[in-house]
Nanobody, 116 residues
Framework: VLLVESGGGLVQPGGSLRLSCAASGFSISTYHMNWSRQSPGKERETLATISSDGTRRDYAPSTNGRFTISRDIAKNTVYLQMNSLKPEDTAVYYC??????????WGQGTQVTVSS
């Protein structure tokens, strides 16, 4: 089982990024998929969740309509589209997969830096 995040980088305030989380060893259609972030000195924050059947998407208040989680079953990949980025969005972003059996897998994270 492997989750690999990509798409992070340096972006100016107001810019956009799309993060990808490529899964292997399991099907994302059988797991709830989450995006989280953690910045130095702060607790990890779950930002967005898409249910295993894809019918439900939940977002943290901090995303404020700026982030969208989606998935491509054929590519076994989950995405996080982030718009109107702010300096306070700077963090390491992680995806994780969890199911009802307690299986919980995490990627290594991708750094997002919002700065002018």
């Amino acid at each position: 089982v492997l989750l690999v995040e990509s798409g992070g980088g340096l972006v100016q305030p107001g810019g956009s990024l799309r993060l990808s989380c490529a899964a292997s060893g399991f099907s994302i259609s059988t797991y709830h998929m989450n995006w989280s972030r953690q910045s130095p000195g702060k607790e990890r924050e779950t930002l967005a969740t898409i249910s295993s059947d894809g019918t439900r998407r939940d977002y943290a208040p901090s995303t404020n309509g700026r982030f969208t989680i989606s998935r491509d079953i054929a590519k076994n990949t989950v995405y996080l589209q982030m718009n109107s980025l702010k300096p306070e969005d700077t963090a390491v972003y992680y995806c994780n997969a969890i199911n009802g059996l307690g299986h919980d897998y995490w990627g290594q994270g991708t750094q997002v830096t919002v700065s002018s």
